[in-house]
């Protein structure tokens, strides 16, 4: 089976979920929901998981990523392993993953311009 991981954004910056713990391999469908109120293009959230990473090149990914409109993902995609897309209030997108073969802290992030220093967390794989 999949697992279900809800997760919801709002208009004050914040994932209400920002742990994820998976066992390598296993399926699992991330429904991202903006439960704020204003349009994407003032208030977008989007959920990018990456490969590991350190904090510091979490915040220079999604900073280059923020200059890419619409979608803001980067032109080199090679760090993203999966991601939804860019959600303005009210609206969902629902994606299905593979937790990653390696255990390890995989972060996710929200590529809004100006969200990843609030909007992040980890996919945290293994036992």
């Not at 998976?22 to 469908?29: D, F, N, S, T, V």
């Not at 997108?93 to 990843?116: K, M, N, Q, S, W």
């Amino acid at each position: 089976g999949v697992r279900t991981v809800a997760i919801t954004a709002n208009d004050a910056m914040k994932y209400d979920v920002t742990e994820i713990r998976a066992q390598p391999g296993e399926k699992i469908r991330i429904k991202l929901t903006n439960t704020g109120r204003m349009p994407k293009q003032a208030m977008g959230h989007n959920w990018v998981l990456l490969a590991p990473m350190d904090d510091a090149a979490v915040l220079a990914f999604a900073g280059a990523a923020a200059t890419k409109m619409p979608d803001y993902l980067p032109d080199d995609k090679s760090a993203v392993l999966a991601h939804t897309k860019i959600l303005g209030g009210g609206e969902s997108d629902t994606i299905e993953l593979i937790a990653p073969g390696a255990p390890g802290a995989y972060p996710f992030v929200c590529t809004f311009p100006g969200h990843a220093a609030l909007m992040r967390g980890k996919l945290i794989v293994g036992n």
